[in-house]
C-alpha cells in the first residue's frame, strides 16, 4: 500500500463492474490510503456487490446526474460518511442505441440531448454537488474519464460529440473554478471491454486500431493505466494542472497513418 492519496477522500461515480476503469480508480485510491465513497444508479444492488470486491468496505450513494433531487442531497449524503471530499472521479456517459451505430445523420434530438446530457453537462452537474464539499483550506481535484473526441470514430456518432462537449464543459469549469482552487481535468483512456464498451456497435474494430498503430501497446483487458493517471491527477503531485485531456491510450493519439 501507498501513500499517494493518503488522508485524502475521493467519491466516484461509475462503478459498474469490476473490470470498468471507475473500479480500478477506487480500489487504487484505497491501496494509496483514501477513503473512498461510491455512487450507483439503477442496480444499486449491483454495485453494492461490486463494491464488496475492493480492499475496503464503501458507502453507495444512489446518484442519477439527470435528477436535480439526488443532486441537491449528494453532499448531506456523502456527509454522512465523510466530513469533505478532496476529490471527484467522473465516471458517467450514456447514449441511446439510435445515437450510436452510424446512424448519427438519422439521430432525433432527444437522443442526442439525452447523450450529451449525461455524458457532458452531468461533469458540471456533478461538480457543482459536491462543491460544497471541498475543504475550506484545501483544494478539490475533479478527473473524469474520455473517450479521444478530436477525430471522428466510426459508430462512435454521437457519443463523439458528447464526449468533445465533455472536454470543453472541463475547460471551462477549470476557467470558472480555478480561483476557488478546483482542479478539473480528464483522462482520454484507449479502449476498454467494459460493459458500456460493449454496447457500442463495431467495438471490437478499435482493438486492431490499436494494436497497429500504439507505440506502446495497448491491452484492451487492462483498465489499470488509465486507473492510475486518474488517481495521479487526484494526488497533490499535479497541484497547477487544470483544464488538461491526459491521454492515458499508449500514445495513439499522437500518431498518423
Known sequence: ????????????????????????????????????VLTGFGRLSLVNRIAGRLPKPAPVIELDVTNQEHLDALAENVRQHVDGIDGVVHSIAFGPQDALGGNFLNTKYEDV??????????????????????????????????????????????????????????????????????????????PVKTMAARSIPGFDAFEGVWNEKAPLGWDLNDPEPAARGVVGLLSDWFPKTTGEVVHVDGGLHAMGA
Open 113 to 190: 440531448s439525452t447523450a450529451v446530457q449525461v455524458s457532458a453537462f452531468s461533469l458540471k452537474s456533478l461538480t457543482m454537488a459536491t462543491l460544497p464539499l471541498k475543504p475550506k483550506d484545501g483544494s478539490l481535484s475533479v478527473v473524469g474519464l474520455d473517450f479521444d473526441a478530436q477525430v471522428a470514430w466510426p459508430g462512435y456518432d454521437w457519443m463523439g460529440v458528447a464526449k468533445a462537449g465533455l472536454e470543453a464543459t472541463s475547460r471551462y469549469l477549470a476557467k470558472y473554478l480555478g480561483d476557488q482552487n478546483v482542479r478539473v481535468n480528464l483522462v482520454s483512456a484507449g
Open 1 to 36: 500500500m501507498g501513500d499517494l492519496l493518503a488522508g485524502k477522500r475521493i467519491l466516484v461515480t461509475g462503478v459498474l463492474t469490476d473490470a470498468s476503469i471507475a473500479f480500478h480508480v477506487a480500489r487504487l485510491a484505497q491501496e494509496e490510503g483514501a477513503e473512498v
